[in-house]
Every structure is written in structure tokens, then in C-alpha cells.
């Protein structure tokens, strides 16, 4: 699936774009965004941002933002961390815990519920956005 989104970014080329994964610990939100960020042509590791809350890269031409608020104490820190600020054009964010801000985050354009079944996991996309539904009709039909 992380592949598939990621292909479907290459292919939609969005201006910016926000996927809000929601899932408990261990539910698999981290592997997606690795698997996502492969697909975007990135080389290097993927630590989980678990401790740094945000973890930058560049791929396929994108600032991508790899957030992880689940140690965020409390939803106002969320401004020291600029987040908010860097969420423009030429921008693609992956929040882990987006629940933890607290509202305090813009809507998504996409959020994607995970949760363990079995050995594997079940996936629930549901687009927030139009960009979101473009996103989602680019990995059913083929070009992702
Ligand atoms: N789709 C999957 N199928 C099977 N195992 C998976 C899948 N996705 C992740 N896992 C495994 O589940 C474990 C936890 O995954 P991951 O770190 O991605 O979870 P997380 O949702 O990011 O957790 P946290 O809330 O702690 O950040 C890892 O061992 C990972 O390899
Ligand atoms: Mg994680």
C-alpha cells in the first residue's frame, strides 16, 4: 500500500499533500510511511521519528515530512516545532499519532486507519480532500 500511494504521488504529482496515519502502537504506520518514501526514490534509512517527531527528507523532488506525535506532551508544543508552518506547496507530510495535536493540525488529504489482522494488517483509506480522491483514483486504476 505504502508503494502504491507513493507511485500514485509520482504519477498525480499534487503540490502538496498531508496522509494522516491512525493505528495503535505497532499497528504498521511507520513501515508504511518507509515503504512510501521507497517509492519516492529514497535510498537511506527510515528511524521511526519517534524521539525527533519530525524527520525530513527530500525525494523525487518534495520536502516529505515524517512526523511522529505520539511524545508530543502537549498540543501547543506543536508551534516549537513549526510544523504547521511547513506544510506549503512542494511539501508531502506523513503524521503518525495526528490525534495527539489535538485538532491543531490542517485537515488531511488523506487518512489511512490501520490495524493488526492476524500476521497482517487491514487498511482504511478515506480521502479528506479532492486531492485526497485524485490520490485514491490514481492507485485503483492502474497508473500506481
Ligand atoms: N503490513 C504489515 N504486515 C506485517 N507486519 C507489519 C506490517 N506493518 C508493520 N509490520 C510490523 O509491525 C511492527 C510495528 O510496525 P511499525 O513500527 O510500522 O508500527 P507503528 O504503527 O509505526 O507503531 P508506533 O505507534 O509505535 O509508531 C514491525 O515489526 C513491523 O515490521
Ligand atoms: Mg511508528
Known amino acids: 500500500l ?3 500511494l507513493g507511485r500514485a504521488l509520482l504519477a498525480g504529482r499534487p503540490a502538496a499533500f498531508t496522509i494522516h496515519l491512525r493505528g ?3 499497528a504498521g504506520k511507520t513501515e508504511l510511511a518507509r515503504a512510501l518514501l521507497l517509492a519516492l526514490g529514497h535510498s537511506g534509512r527510515v ?3 519517534t524521539y525527533t517527531l519530525v524527520e525530513p527528507y527530500t525525494a523525487a523532488g ?3 515530512l515524517h512526523v511522529d506525535l505520539y511524545r508530543l506532551r502537549d498540543p501547543g508544543d506543536l508551534d516549537d516545532l513549526g510544523l504547521v508552518d511547513d506544510l506549503g506547496p ?5 503524521v503518525e499519532w495526528p490525534e495527539q495535536a489535538g485538532g491543531r493540525l490542517p485537515p488531511a488529504d488523506l487518512l489511512i486507519t490501520l ?3 492476524g500476521s ?3 487498511a482504511t483509506l478515506q480521502p479528506q480532500s479532492a486531492g485526497g480522491r485524485a490520490l485514491l483514483a490514481g492507485l485503483g486504476n492502474g497508473t500506481a
Open 2 to 4: 505504502g508503494q502504491g
Open 24 to 26: 495503535g502502537l505497532g
Open 47 to 49: 528511524p521511526s521519528p
Open 62 to 64: 518534495y520536502r516529505v
Open 90 to 94: 512542494g511539501t508531502i507530510a506523513l
Open 115 to 117: 490495524e493488526v489482522s
Open 120 to 122: 497482517g494488517r487491514n
